[in-house]
C-alpha cells in the first residue's frame, strides 16, 4: 500500500512540475501575466516545496530530527506558490472582484501566522515529541490556506465549464476548452481533497504521510489530480480528437 501510495503521489509532483514549466516556457514566449503565475506558482509547489518538506522529516520525525533550514525553505516554496496561484485565479477570474483581492490578502496572512506558529514550536517544543502531533493545530491553519486556493480555483473553472457548456450547444465554444474547465475544476476539488485528506488524519491524531489508509487515499485523490492536470495541459492527440469528433459528426 505505501509504495503504491508513494508512486501516486510522485506521479502527482512530477506532473505538477511538468506543467509548471510548461507554463513558464509559454510564458516566456506571450509574456502573459496568467501563464507566469501559474508556472512559477505550480514549479515551487511540485519541484521544491512538496518534495523538500517530506526531505527534511517534518510529519514523520520527532521535532529535534526535522531538518529545520530545509524545512523552512520548503515552506517558503510552497507558501509562495500558493501564493502565485491565488493571484493567477483572481486575475483570470476575478480580476476586478474586492472580495477576491481580500481572499488573497487573507491567504497572505494565513500562511505568515502558520509559519511564526510552527517555527515557535520546533525552537521551544520537546524534542521528543512528534512533529506531526506537535503542529497539529498550525499545520490545521495552514491547510486551511492551502485547501482555500485549489477549492477557489476549482470552483471557478466549474462556473466557466457550465457557461462554456451551453455555448457549446449552440456551436459558440470549442469542445477542447469546455473540457479543459472541466479538468481545471477537477483538479482543484483533488487537490483540496488531499489537504482534507491531511486535515482528518490529524484530527484523528495520526500523520498523513504514515498512516496507511491516509497515505492510500492521498495516492488516489494525487494520481486522479495528476490525470486531469495532464489531460487539461499536456493532452495526446488522441484525446484531443475524441473531444472534437462530435462535434466534427
Given at each position: 500500500m505505501e509504495i503504491a501510495?508513494?508512486?501516486a503521489i510522485l506521479a502527482f509532483?512530477?506532473?505538477?512540475?511538468?506543467?509548471?514549466?510548461?507554463?513558464?516556457?509559454?510564458?516566456?514566449?506571450?509574456?502573459?501575466?496568467?501563464?507566469?503565475?501559474?508556472?512559477?506558482?505550480?514549479?515551487?509547489?511540485?519541484?521544491?516545496?512538496?518534495?523538500?518538506?517530506?526531505?527534511?522529516g517534518m510529519g514523520r520525525l520527532p521535532l529535534g530530527e526535522v531538518n529545520v533550514p530545509l524545512w523552512f525553505a520548503a515552506n517558503l516554496s510552497t507558501q509562495v506558490g500558493l501564493l502565485l496561484i491565488y493571484a493567477f485565479t483572481r486575475q483570470v477570474f476575478r480580476p476586478q472582484s474586492a472580495w477576491a483581492l481580500g481572499l488573497c490578502v487573507a491567504a497572505v496572512v494565513i500562511f505568515v501566522g502558520a509559519t511564526a506558529w510552527i517555527v515557535d514550536v520546533?525552537?521551544?517544543?520537546?524534542?521528543?515529541?512528534?512533529?506531526?502531533?506537535?503542529?497539529?493545530q498550525p499545520t490545521a491553519l495552514f491547510l486551511v490556506g492551502s485547501a482555500g486556493c485549489f477549492l477557489w480555483s476549482g470552483i471557478e473553472g466549474g462556473v466557466q465549464f457550465a457557461r462554456a457548456r451551453r455555448r457549446l450547444a449552440v456551436g459558440l465554444s470549442d469542445?477542447?476548452?469546455?473540457?479543459?474547465?472541466?479538468?481545471?475544476?477537477?483538479?482543484?476539488?483533488?487537490?483540496?481533497g488531499i489537504n482534507g485528506v491531511s486535515a482528518i488524519a490529524m484530527a484523528v491524531g495520526e500523520s498523513a504521510s504514515s498512516a496507511p489508509p491516509a497515505m492510500l487515499a492521498l495516492g488516489i485523490l494525487g494520481m486522479l489530480?495528476?490525470?486531469?492536470?495532464?489531460?487539461?495541459?499536456?493532452?495526446?492527440?488522441?484525446?484531443?480528437?475524441?473531444?472534437?469528433?462530435?462535434?466534427a459528426a
Amino acid at each position: 500500500m505505501e509504495i503504491a501510495a508513494g508512486i501516486a503521489i510522485l506521479a502527482f509532483v512530477v506532473t505538477v512540475t511538468t506543467v509548471g514549466v510548461r507554463m513558464l516556457l509559454l510564458a516566456r514566449r506571450t509574456r502573459g501575466t496568467p501563464e507566469l503565475l501559474m508556472g512559477l506558482g505550480m514549479t515551487l509547489i511540485g519541484a521544491f516545496g512538496y518534495p523538500g518538506a517530506l526531505i527534511a522529516g517534518m510529519g514523520r520525525l520527532p521535532l529535534g530530527e526535522v531538518n529545520v533550514p530545509l524545512w523552512f525553505a520548503a515552506n517558503l516554496s510552497t507558501q509562495v506558490g500558493l501564493l502565485l496561484i491565488y493571484a493567477f485565479t483572481r486575475q483570470v477570474f476575478r480580476p476586478q472582484s474586492a472580495w477576491a483581492l481580500g481572499l488573497c490578502v487573507a491567504a497572505v496572512v494565513i500562511f505568515v501566522g502558520a509559519t511564526a506558529w510552527i517555527v515557535d514550536v520546533l525552537v521551544h517544543g520537546d524534542p521528543s515529541l512528534s512533529s506531526a502531533l506537535a503542529t497539529r493545530q498550525p499545520t490545521a491553519l495552514f491547510l486551511v490556506g492551502s485547501a482555500g486556493c485549489f477549492l477557489w480555483s476549482g470552483i471557478e473553472g466549474g462556473v466557466q465549464f457550465a457557461r462554456a457548456r451551453r455555448r457549446l450547444a449552440v456551436g459558440l465554444s470549442d469542445p477542447v476548452v469546455v473540457n479543459r474547465f472541466l479538468l481545471w475544476c477537477a483538479f482543484g476539488v483533488f487537490a483540496s481533497g488531499i489537504n482534507g485528506v491531511s486535515a482528518i488524519a490529524m484530527a484523528v491524531g495520526e500523520s498523513a504521510s504514515s498512516a496507511p489508509p491516509a497515505m492510500l487515499a492521498l495516492g488516489i485523490l494525487g494520481m486522479l489530480g495528476a490525470g486531469a492536470m495532464y489531460l487539461a495541459f499536456l493532452p495526446p492527440a488522441a484525446y484531443l480528437a475524441r473531444l472534437r469528433a462530435p462535434q466534427a459528426a
